[in-house]
């Protein structure tokens, strides 16, 4: 009798039970159905393909982007006694000739190869050859041009449902709104697919919002309860993220760089690094990121806004991939706005796509500048609707003071309006406060009534009034006129009077607590480690030594011998029969067969 999909999770995988969607999902692609699937990052996507190559005749056929995912996934898979391979650029010939010829033999259940080479006609002819088991398209997100992950050979992928429409196949993403869906399932030929779409959530993941008020101070303080944690720090600029790595060194933290401008052994070895060592900060652009699948991140940090909702959520959604609790921390401020709208106006893009680029702009700065659950926010974007406040961001652990900001908002629109609309957000606050300059004095502007009217308010209060029109739409950023601020349709009905703002007051110094109501977070200890026990603590410890020294005896990231989250359930359990073993969750039997003894020896040792 063949084994079930459930047998074969916990013989391979070491897990008890599917989660979510996954049982449905598997069983429609082994029975030979299409599926596209959206599932949150951590979700477990890459199971809803693996277990049905397992299970079917032939050999798994899995795209993907990016190299580093790819060796990852056949790494992991190995680790657990499957027979993994990729076809990629990296591979020197030999390599590349091993992985063909285990294919062309039948000796591969799963092979990862990227879209160009999987294009090319000398492997679409291997295809013709070899027995089939599926399609997988990771990442298919990549495949729309509205996107922040294009690539246009995602595009030609259509060609496997044309040239073999008897084998099944699953598109599958963690970031993707209904337009993209919608593109995603029309380019790929997915129409007659069916869909799972799990919820967007990531309820470990704590989102924590700041305006900037000297960034590099701000993210030591955020940092300084996470020595010895992984993280990542998003910067827009390659100048910002080596400055930013550099001071972090400086700092003590365990820091590295990474960004396109780089070579490409040094983005390589650093990246390695990243993956293989513990407590290590990457500070890097957006050039880094997709595919990475270190479970441990325990931070993201943006020290500039991101172009958009669907950037932001896939860049923190890589953190926390393990479930266990992990943060999303951002400063920004209104020069990031003034930056990104002159990075779209300045783009060789046509008009329709500045327009939605803006439009996903403006969505992120109503999630930076809400009052309400952030979560609620970010979900609502995904077309989600989460019916109570999360309680886990810092609107809901310390919701913010709000004001009317109506008067203030008119005075500030109607000095806008009286200027001319084409200065920027800090000559208007001069004149706003009446600061008295030779530039207000030869434009006229100190005779204007708008001149002094707002110097009951200081610099840092108007400079988050303006932050907050702009993202509520009010007013307009005109980065062809060097920054100068436009008033939008919107604004005529404040100015009449005919609707009231209720605004957000910025705190007036940054808060040093490690988190928004100031308590030590309780989850992780120094070294970025999770919570247990203290009875357990000193075989944590042992299994942790035991972990690191067989990685690098094989040269692979240490969680692909055993999550943190395994190690504890371990230490708690504290197991004295290999039989015992067998029954903690991530245990599987090649695992057991090949760390089993080790792991009972190092608890021996400490008993």
């Not at 084998?167 to 337009?179: F, K, N, S």
């Not at 109503?366 to 609502?380: F, I, M, N, P, W």
């Not at 247990?532 to 030594?545: F, N």
């Not at 020896?601 to 008993?607: F, H, K, T, V, Y």
């Amino acid at each position: 009798m063949s084994e079930s999909p459930l047998e074969l999770l916990k013989r391979v995988f070491g897990f008890d039970a599917f989660r979510g969607p996954q049982a449905e999902i598997i069983e429609r692609l082994s029975g030979g159905g299409d599926c596209l699937v959206l599932m949150p990052t951590g979700g477990g996507k890459s199971l809803c393909y693996q277990i049905p190559a397992l299970l079917r005749d032939g050999t798994g056929i899995v795209v993907s982007p990016l190299i580093a995912l790819m060796q990852d996934q056949v790494d992991a898979l190995r680790q657990l006694g499957v027979r993994a391979a990729r076809l990629d650029s990296s591979l020197d010939p030999q390599q590349a000739m091993d992985a063909e010829g285990a294919f062309i033999r039948g000796e591969l259940d799963l092979l990862y190869v990227a879209p160009e080479r999987l294009l090319t006609a000398r492997f679409l002819d291997l295809l013709d050859r070899i027995p089939v088991a599926l399609f997988a398209i990771d990442e298919a997100h990549c495949v729309s041009q509205w996107g922040h992950d294009f690539r246009p050979e995602y595009r030609q992928l259509d060609i496997l449902h044309r040239r073999w429409p008897q084998v099944p196949r699953i598109a599958l993403t963690a970031t993707a709104d209904a337009p993209t869906r919608e593109e995603i399932a029309e380019r790929l030929d997915l129409r007659d697919a069916r869909w799972f779409i799990s919820s967007f959530d990531r309820p470990n993941i704590r989102y924590h919002v700041v305006q900037k008020d000297q960034p590099r101070r701000q993210l030591l303080a955020f940092l300084s309860a996470r020595r010895g944690q992984s993280g990542i720090v998003y910067c827009l600029s390659r100048r910002k993220v080596e400055e930013t790595a550099q001071f972090l060194c400086q700092e003590g933290y365990s820091a590295l760089a990474y960004h396109a401008g780089m070579t490409s052994s040094v983005r390589t070895a650093n990246q390695r690094r990243f993956i293989h060592e513990e407590g290590v900060v990457i500070c890097a652009t957006i050039a880094f990121g997709m595919g990475i699948d270190k479970p441990d991140v325990r931070f993201v940090a943006h020290l500039d806004l991101p172009k958009s909702v669907e950037g932001y959520y896939q860049e923190t959604g890589r953190a926390g991939r393990d479930g266990e609790p992990a943060e999303a921390w951002m400063c920004y401020g209104f020069a990031d706005v003034a930056t990104l709208i002159s990075m779209i106006d300045g783009s060789e893009a046509g008009e329709e796509r500045k327009r939605l680029e803006r439009r996903k702009l403006e969505a992120l700065l109503g999630y930076a500048e809400t009052t309400h659950c952030r979560r609620q926010v970010l979900l609502a974007n995904f077309g989600e609707t989460l019916s109570q406040a999360c309680g886990n961001c810092d609107n809901c652990l310390d919701p913010p003071e709000t004001w009317d900001g109506t008067v203030a908002s008119q005075k500030a629109l109607s000095c806008v309006y009286r200027t001319g609309q084409r200065f920027g957000v800090a000559y208007v606050i001069d004149v706003l406060r009446g600061t008295p300059n030779l530039r207000i004095s030869q434009f006229g502007h100190d005779r204007q009534s708008t001149f002094g009217i707002g110097a009951d308010m200081d610099l840092n209060t108007w400079r988050s009034v303006f932050r907050q029109l702009v993202a509520a739409g009010f007013l307009d950023v005109d980065v062809q006129g060097y920054g100068g601020l436009r008033l939008r349709e919107s604004a005529r009905a404040l100015l009449r009077g005919e609707t009231r703002v209720q605004l957000r007051r910025d705190l007036r110094r940054t808060r040093k607590q490690s988190s928004p109501r100031g308590e030590t977070r309780s989850q992780t200890r120094p070294g970025g480690d999770i919570e247990v026990s203290r009875s357990a603590q000193p075989r944590y410890d042992a299994l942790r030594e035991l972990r690191t020294q067989l990685a690098r005896e094989q040269n692979v990231p240490a969680y692909m011998i055993f999550s943190n989250a395994t190690l504890r359930d371990i230490a708690e359990e504290d197991p004295n029969e290999l039989d015992e073993l067998a029954t903690i969750s991530g245990v599987g039997v090649a695992k057991l067969e090949r760390y089993g003894e080790a792991v009972l020896e190092a608890l021996a040792l400490i008993r």
